[in-house]
Each structure stands twice: as structure tokens, then as C-alpha cells.
């Protein structure tokens, strides 16, 4: 049996990542820049080159990687405590694929990044609705039914998307494909992105000890006298606001929310006070590496960071479902 870090420890390494991996997104790229070149562009009153490319370019990417990791990393958590579901996911239930509808109808009729971000999230929420609504069945909806259906709905929401991108203008089509891939080249709306970071993540950690009763099953909740259609409905919207925001800014990418609360119980074990902030941070790790790869690979060319990260996902979650078999 193995011993589990500190939480200090813990932290204070996934605060280290993240300090690093935003370090060397700032220095790499198709320019590299030296160490000294980012300090001195970090300055205030300095003008060079490195530093418009780094304040113009990779510092809003950076930046926007590592909300975005975190939102999809909370918003699966919470699902996953919704459903009580390993497996459970805004990608896998259809959430992401609403936002991607949403925000897609938005971008065709030239709407503003704020139309956009609206549009996403109500795509969101629907999807949601629609799962749920579709789910019911005697004695009401099971975590089983729920992920079932939300598969079906992720694959309509995928067809709803390929008809858009038929229907498409052609010189926006590229452009559609590669954000739906996603992208976050041309993200700048993270200063708000780390806002709702900042508070889902307290509200995680306010809210988990209810969580954790939650997590052991609805009944057992309710007989501690525990609201628990409420909580639900919490979890649920929020999971929704939180994947739609993401989706909105960056495309759809999947994984993220699938794998990172697992490595977070695996490591932390299954209090969601910790969990929850813990995962935020390790998603917004994962996403800021990927997109790091994604402009260093074949730079200058750029890869979509969506697909990094579904091929570094599918074998790290077979290998998570492997150890947790008997």
C-alpha cells in the first residue's frame, strides 16, 4: 500500500509545475527566447520584440491554457460526484458537445467573442437538460441511464456539427474545424477564464464536504438531512456554465475532465475538498502542456491541442481503469 504525499507536498509540486510550464511557454516557441530575454520583457517600461511577442502572444495563451484545463478539470469532478460514474465527463455526456453546437451557430452569424461565450454556455445547459430529461424512466434517472444517454446525445451533437460545417461559409471553414479541434491562438478573454477558476475552485471547497456525502449516494445524503436535489441542481448547472465558458474559448477538448480527477483521488485520495482544487490545478498542468507541444512540435506550424491531448488521454486512462481492477 502506498503512501500518499502531504498536502503540502502536493500542492506546493503542482504549484511548481505550473510555475515551470509557464515559464517555458513564455520562453519557446517558433522564437526561443532566453531566460533573461522573458525577465527583461516581463519588466515594466521595457520595449523590445520578445516583449510584444510575449505579452501579444504567449502570455494570453498561457494563461487562457490554464483556465481552461482547470474549468473542464472541475466540471468533470463534479460530474462525476453527480453521477457517481467513473466514465462521467462534460466530452462523454454530450455537455461539450452542446457548447460546440452553440457556439458554432454563434460564430456563423457573426456574433461577439461575449455572444459566443452566452451561446456556449446555454449550449451547455441544454445538452444537460436534454440528458436528464431524456434519461427519466421509472423511479426517475440512474447514473447508468444518464451516461448511456448522454453518449447518444454526444453523437447527435457531433452530427449537428458536421452539418454545420457543410452548411458553412467555406473561407471560415478551416478556421471552425481547427477551433473545434481546439485552439487557443486566439484566445483573450482569460482574465475573466481565471475569475470563474478562482471561484468554482472555493465553491469546490466550500461545498465538499457535501460532496463527499453526496458521493456515497443520494439516500444516504438525504437521511443526514442534506438537500439533495438541490446540490444536484448546483452541480449540474455549474458543470454546464464551467464546460460552456471553456468550450467557448478554446474548442472542444476532450480527456481533460475525464483524467485529471482520477489522478487527483489517486494521488490525494477522495476528499473533494482536496480533489477539487487539486484537479483545477493538475487540468490546467495538463492543458498547458499540450498546448506547449502543440506550438513546438512542427513549429512554426501549430498542431490542435485537442488532439494532444486525446492522444496522450486514451492510453493515460486505460492505464488509470488497469490499477483500479482487482
Given at each position: ?36 530575454e ?34 473542464l ?31 458554432l ?23 444537460c ?32 456539427v ?13 478556421g ?52 439533495v436535489?438541490?446540490?444536484?441542481a ?31 483521488r ?25 498546448d506547449?507541444?502543440?506550438r ?31
Amino acid at each position: 500500500m502506498h503512501r500518499r504525499p502531504s498536502l503540502f507536498v502536493a500542492f506546493t509540486l503542482l504549484a511548481l509545475a505550473v510555475a515551470g510550464l509557464f515559464g517555458l511557454s513564455l520562453a519557446s516557441g517558433s522564437v526561443p527566447l532566453r531566460a533573461g530575454e522573458v525577465v527583461q520583457a516581463l519588466t515594466p517600461g521595457s520595449a523590445s520584440f520578445a516583449r510584444d511577442v510575449i505579452l501579444e502572444l504567449r502570455l494570453p495563451r498561457a494563461l487562457a491554457a490554464f483556465a481552461v484545463g482547470g474549468l473542464l478539470a472541475l466540471s468533470g469532478a463534479m460530474l462525476q460526484v453527480l453521477l457517481r460514474n467513473p466514465l462521467a465527463d462534460p466530452y462523454v455526456l454530450g455537455v461539450s458537445g452542446g457548447a460546440s453546437v452553440a457556439a458554432l451557430i454563434a460564430i456563423m452569424l457573426g456574433l461577439p467573442a461575449a455572444g459566443v461565450d452566452g451561446f456556449a454556455a446555454l449550449g451547455a445547459l441544454a445538452a444537460c437538460l436534454l440528458v436528464f430529461a431524456l434519461a427519466q424512466g421509472p423511479g426517475g434517472w440512474t447514473p447508468t441511464r444518464l451516461l448511456l444517454t448522454g453518449i447518444v446525445v454526444a453523437a447527435g451533437a457531433g452530427s449537428v456539427v458536421s452539418l454545420l460545417l457543410a452548411l458553412g461559409d467555406e473561407t471560415r471553414l478551416r478556421g471552425m474545424v481547427f477551433w473545434l479541434l481546439g485552439d487557443l491562438s486566439g484566445t483573450r478573454r482569460w482574465p475573466w477564464l481565471l475569475a470563474l477558476l478562482a471561484v468554482a475552485s472555493v465553491a469546490g471547497i466550500v461545498l465538499g464536504r457535501h460532496l463527499n456525502v453526496l458521493s456515497r449516494g443520494a439516500a444516504q445524503a438525504a437521511t443526514v438531512g442534506m438537500d439533495v436535489r438541490r446540490l444536484q441542481a448546483v452541480l449540474f448547472v455549474g458543470s454546464s456554465v464551467l464546460t460552456g465558458c471553456a468550450v467557448a474559448a478554446a474548442g472542444s477538448i476532450g480527456f481533460i475532465g475525464l483524467v485529471t480527477p482520477h489522478l487527483a483521488r489517486l494521488a490525494l485520495g477522495s476528499d473533494n475538498r482536496v480533489v477539487l482544487p487539486a484537479a483545477a490545478l493538475l487540468g490546467g498542468a495538463m492543458l498547458m502542456a499540450a498546448d506547449l507541444a502543440a506550438r513546438v512540435l512542427i513549429a512554426p506550424r501549430q498542431l490542435p491541442v485537442g488532439a494532444l491531448t486525446a492522444l496522450v488521454g486514451v492510453p493515460l486512462f486505460l492505464l488509470l481503469m488497469a490499477r483500479r481492477q482487482p
